[in-house]
């Protein structure tokens, strides 16, 4: 197994901020969501993960290559009581081979710890077999220790209490029981089927609440899932008997 190494381009002071960590599962939620956020609050990369058994791909932001695994922050924003709060983020668009996501997971709750964040919070989505145009779903949280059911109480978020996480956030939170360590998996229902801008946005809503001092806009991306949605119906009525049926790839 290769080793996993984070690379800081540049060294910023993470103390007591939220680190998000995004990694492609139901509904691509977590990528759309952690874009979204860099994008909005005009995040800087400052680091990347890298092991050789990553996916052999280069990633091209603003005509930039890039590792598949980066680490984005910005400045610290204070507010009128002097508290500071900051975002950092962690993302990927693909996910990692199955012999990389244990290593991967510890490694970054090693560097979250060395960096002083007050916790990690991980972006799902969890399945869903509800209607598009369903009412918005509520957003459920999962955490590695009974300190941080004061922080779902906070901002009233229901704790799941059954269920399965799979993948770098799953591992991550049992590894954060063992280790102590303050991590918490924010959940929202999604289409598997193509990606959920709408389910990304409610999680988006939920972080712009977490911390009042950054603005986190998720309004473009209900924008989008209203455009997504247009799209299926769209291909839904091309797709009636004089029509072959739809790959089911086609929204992946």
């Not at 939620?29 to 956020?37: D, E, K, L, Q, T």
């Amino acid at each position: 197994m290769e080793k996993i190494s984070i690379i800081e381009h540049t060294k910023k002071d993470l103390s007591n901020c939220l680190l998000i960590v995004a990694f492609p599962t139901v509904g691509l939620v977590s990528s759309i969501a952690g874009n979204h956020i860099v994008k909005t609050l005009k995040l800087d990369e400052i680091g990347v993960v890298l092991c050789n058994d990553f996916s052999p791909t280069t990633v091209i932001h603003n005509g930039k290559p890039s590792a598949p695994v980066r680490i984005y922050a910005g400045e610290k924003k204070c507010g009128p009581t002097q508290s500071c709060d900051q975002i950092a983020v962690i993302i990927s668009e693909f996910m990692p081979p199955f012999n990389v996501i244990k290593p991967l997971s510890d490694k970054i709750l090693e560097w979250a710890e060395e960096k002083k964040c007050r916790y990690v919070i991980g972006l799902e989505g969890t399945h869903s077999s509800i209607p598009i145009k369903a009412e918005r779903p509520e957003v459920f949280g999962v955490i590695s220790n009974d300190k941080m059911k004061s922080t779902l109480k906070k901002y009233k978020i229901k704790q799941t209490k059954d269920g399965m996480i799979t993948g770098v956030m799953g591992v991550m939170l049992y590894s954060a029981v063992l280790r102590n360590q303050d991590v918490m998996c924010l959940l929202s229902t999604a289409h598997s089927s193509f990606p959920d801008s709408r389910a990304a946005a409610n999680l988006v809503e939920k972080l712009d609440i977490m911390l009042p001092g950054i603005k986190i806009d998720p309004k473009p991306l209900y924008e989008e899932a209203e455009n997504i949605e247009n799209q299926i119906r769209s291909h839904m009525e091309q797709s009636k008997p004089t029509a072959p049926p739809l790959p089911s790839n086609m929204y992946r």
